[in-house]
């Protein structure tokens, strides 16, 4: 609509490149026609997402960072205590126990996520065109975290679970997954790799489809072995991806809630305690909005922490391609 | 294509209109659950909805132009739900609180006092009525039930191991060598080669059915775990009945008592923490399941082990301690008045009747709970005993005072902080093994935050 309405070409002067190189540089100026269509327009694109930018992220975080500074219990006003609440933090035995068991869970889950989610999208590119096949890797995908960690603790479960009594009928002793202090981290990271390894693996292999396949014609011609064709072209050329993917699930394997508060609620003793459900603990069981917050923004820094040191060491946003 | 696009048109027309007429009927129908001739109504125990129904259904009878609309959540989303709405003014009118709970409201300052209700303990089985009255003096809840604790367990497993009706009601124990509840205990577990708890030779490791079921850590009250054998070595939870200001899990009586109690795990008569899951397996589910053969559980649980398929429950009343009684939690629910009520006036009235003896008999015959009248706790034992269950176990220590005592929930501020300071200590004493000395600590930690 209104790029319609923006400068008719019987403006246009007549004749000479000269001139017309004139007008293109003067139109350039804000303000003036074409371009003040074209603000509006972005305008009313950028809007809505702007609006919900700031409504739904940015107020949100700037309001957890003033809380962080206050004593508040939601119902009344909120009242301003300065560092305390990070003092508090910096004492407390069970905010970094919870610091570390997270570190724990995530390593474990991308660690393992990563690996198997990249064999199976080198084996989905490298072996199978099958949209079937492609379709069974990400139905675990398909179900909520709540469900899934419902069924795996039922599955699990040391008395009446089914995985317990194959273990059983297998004549090694009963397992208590879940309600073992070392056990249960690695049980739920394994159940959280489980559901998400499919989705990653469909986001590598999105990866992997940009490579130009005559590289490895190039290669095979060669007489390059498919593993020295993985680390030589595959890796290298998949890194960026591999990196933006790396990016996105370690900050949501940080903010691991659902599943632990299905299965363990934190449990046994605070071996499962991760820091996002001992957040969430001290504001909805507690009241402790204050503390909370504080303990959010802790995590905020070390996510982007973590996050600019990963982009960085990969340098995500370049590619080798071309 | 021109057609085609305006029947596309049109029928994107009608699926705005649908949403917008949607959301004004949304609108219209929060507007009706809070109008002046509703009282909204939350509770949590779906087994005991048809009964409050019966009552509203009275209420309104007895007052025309009054609505009650209830509304009825699982235990975890009630208090989630509930906290919620506090925040964001979409409270109901009344709703059942828990003892537990009521503290932190209090704090919060979000209850209504009831002092108009002309509300008198005596009208109610005794301690009821006291538990709720706030630090100010206040009265904040309207009694409404009470359950205790008893002994559940499988008629045909105690058959097979020689123990009779009358011996599991006159079982004794003590912190040293656990006396005859012990001994019952283990005489009831079975490994599996069939040997008893107490037979040579028993293989701790490899158990088939454990004599006592768990229900976990027990948290800061133990209510359905250690509190009975706490509370009958003589042991209070604080320095005061209510509102106390100091905890007292750094008795030596008390970790002697839990460390012998978790002990029975160890020695393999009781099922241990790993076997427990606070949604998947708990007690009741480790008896219905055969791997228990008596769980300690609460009254509400009566008609969930009743229930049980191809399993004949028999109940008994918890064994003495070495104080000479028998104890029992004895704890009761209450109905509240949000201090932000829309309709205050008509909460106040539903709430009147529902602590009223015409609403408690109507409840009781539906033998599901005990109602707080003494009179509704009579139908709800002749209700009971009609479904051919006998609910002595429970009504006993309160009508005996001479060999039983009962206690309450630990009543003081910060409960949710005592809470999340014990949910993981006793768990780690029972779970992993730790000694039950890091009690000292964790009690200091609790203390502190209460005199803040």
Redesign the interface.
């Known amino acids: 609509m209104t790029i319609a309405s923006s400068s008719p070409p019987s403006r246009l002067p007549p004749g000479g490149a000269e001139r017309t190189a004139t007008r293109s540089s003067t139109d350039r100026r804000p303000g003036t026609g074409e371009n003040r269509g074209d603000g509006r327009l972005a305008a009313v694109f950028i809007g809505p997402a702007l609006l919900g930018f700031v409504v739904f992220l940015l107020w949100p975080t700037l309001r957890g960072i003033y809380l962080s500074f206050t004593r508040f219990?939601?119902?009344?006003p909120a009242e301003w205590v300065g560092l305390d609440n990070y003092v508090r933090m910096a004492h407390d035995p069970i905010f970094w126990s919870s610091l570390r068991v997270t570190v724990v869970y995530v390593i474990i889950n991308i660690g393992v996520q990563t690996v198997s989610a990249l064999a199976i999208a080198v084996l989905l590119q490298r072996l199978t065109q099958s949209a079937l096949l492609r379709g069974i890797v990400l139905t675990p995908y398909l179900m909520s975290n709540v469900v899934a960690g419902?069924v795996w603790?039922?599955i699990l479960?040391?008395?009446?679970g089914v995985g317990n009594e194959i273990v059983a009928a297998l004549g090694f002793?009963r397992i208590?997954f879940?309600?073992?202090?070392t056990w249960a981290i690695p049980t739920i990271a394994l159940i959280n790799v489980w559901r998400h390894v499919g989705y990653t693996a469909l986001l590598l292999f999105a990866g992997l489809q940009a490579i130009p396949n005559d590289m490895y014609e190039a290669a095979k011609v060669d007489g390059a072995s498919e593993w020295r064709m993985f680390w030589r072209i595959t890796m290298p050329l998949l890194r960026p991806v591999l990196a933006v993917v790396l990016i996105m699930t370690v900050i949501g394997s940080f903010q691991v809630f659902d599943t632990v508060a299905?299965?363990t609620?934190?449990?046994?003793?605070?071996a499962t305690?991760v820091l996002q459900y001992y957040i969430y603990?001290?504001a909805?069981?507690?009241?402790q909005f204050g503390y909370a917050s504080a303990m959010s923004v802790a995590l905020l820094v070390v996510l982007s922490a973590i996050t600019f040191v990963q982009y960085r060491l990969t340098r995500a946003g370049q590619t080798d391609l071309g | 294509m021109g057609t085609d696009m305006r029947i596309r048109m049109r029928t994107l027309t009608a699926l705005a209109g649908v949403l917008g007429l949607s959301l004004v009927s949304g609108c219209a129908q929060g507007g009706a659950g809070s109008s002046a001739d509703t009282v909204t109504y939350w509770l949590w125990d779906a087994n005991q909805q048809p009964a409050y129904e019966a009552c509203a259904q009275d209420f309104e009878k007895q007052n025309p132009g009054l609505t009650v609309k209830i509304t009825q959540l699982g235990w975890d989303d009630y208090w989630?739900k509930l906290?919620a709405s506090?925040?964001a003014g979409t409270e109901p009118d009344v709703f059942t609180d828990h003892i537990q709970k009521f503290g932190?409201f209090a704090d919060?300052?979000?209850l209504e006092p009831l002092d108009d209700l002309g509300i008198d303990d005596a009208d109610y089985q005794p301690g009821l009525g006291a538990n709720w009255m706030g630090q100010d003096g206040r009265r904040y809840g309207a009694p409404k039930d009470w359950d205790t604790v008893a002994l559940f367990y499988n008629r045909e497993l105690a058959k097979a191991a020689g123990l009779t009706a009358a011996q599991l009601n006159g079982l004794s124990w003590n912190p040293e060598d656990g006396g005859t509840f012990e001994k019952a205990i283990a005489h009831l577990t079975v490994d599996d080669k069939g040997r008893r708890g107490d037979e040579p030779g028993f293989d701790k490791?490899h158990v088939k059915v454990y004599g006592l079921a768990t229900n976990g850590g027990g948290d800061g009250d133990g209510q359905t775990q250690w509190s009975t054998f706490t509370a009958s070595a003589g042991w209070t939870y604080t320095d005061q009945k209510r509102w106390g200001t100091k905890y007292r899990y750094d008795s030596k009586t008390f970790q002697s008592v839990v460390e012998w109690y978790f002990g029975l795990a160890k020695k393999g008569y009781m099922?241990p923490?790993?076997?427990?899951?606070?949604?998947?397996?708990q007690a009741n589910?480790?008896v219905a399941?055969g791997?228990a053969a008596a769980a300690f559980d609460g009254a509400w649980m009566i008609s969930s082990y009743d229930g049980f398929k191809g399993l004949d429950i028999g109940t008994a009343v918890t064994p003495a301690g070495p104080s000479g009684k028998r104890a029992t939690m004895m704890n009761g629910l209450a109905d509240s008045i949000t201090r932000n009520a829309r309709n205050k006036a008509g909460a106040k009235k539903w709430v009147a009747y529902l602590a009223s003896d015409a609403c408690q008999r109507t409840v009781g015959s539906y033998g599901i709970v005990f109602p707080a009248t003494p009179d509704g706790t009579k139908a709800a034992v002749a209700a009971y005993e009609k479904k051919g269950i006998d609910v002595g176990a429970f009504t006993e220590p309160v009508a005996d005072e001479a060999d039983f005592t009962t206690f309450s929930y630990p009543i003081t501020n910060y409960a949710?902080?005592v809470?999340?300071l014990m949910?993981?200590?006793m768990?780690?004493i029972f779970?992993?093994g730790?000694s039950v000395s890091g009690l000292d600590r964790t009690n200091s930690q609790i203390n502190l935050i209460l005199d803040q």
């Open positions: 219990n939601l119902l009344t419902i603790l039922w479960d040391t008395q009446l002793d208590p879940l309600a073992d202090e299905v299965t609620r934190g449990g046994p003793a605070d305690n603990g001290a909805f069981g507690r009241f | 989630t906290t506090f925040i932190q919060l300052k979000v490791n099922v923490f790993t076997d427990y899951n606070s949604q998947s397996n589910t480790q399941a791997k949710a902080d809470y999340a949910h993981p200590a768990q780690d779970g992993n730790s």
